[in-house]
């Protein structure tokens, strides 16, 4: 599923068993008749499992991205 800043569904696909990896029931979403459209400037943020492509971002690998997870022993590093 797909959501929006909304908190609202745009795109749901059910029916894949939960032994499916993330990337093929990605790679169905956006390969079938009624496909994940991605509007024109936007992105979906993704779990670092992915890579990333057109319209779809992941984070860098062993990053912190929140707050609480930085003190001042151990402050940001690079614009990552």
């Keep these: 599923m797909a959501c929006g800043f909304d908190m ?20 169905s979403t956006l390969n079938r008749g009624d496909r994940l459209k ?10 670092a499992g992915y890579s990333n492509q057109p319209g779809f971002l992941t984070p860098y690998r062993g990053v912190r991205y929140h ?11 690079n614009a990552e």
């Design 67 to 77: 707050l609480k997870e930085f003190n001042i022993s151990c402050p940001p590093m």
């Design 8 to 27: 609202k569904f745009h795109y749901v696909l059910a029916g894949w068993e939960g032994s499916a990896t993330d990337a093929t029931v990605l790679w």
């Design 38 to 47: 991605v509007p024109d400037g936007k992105f979906y943020l993704l779990d």
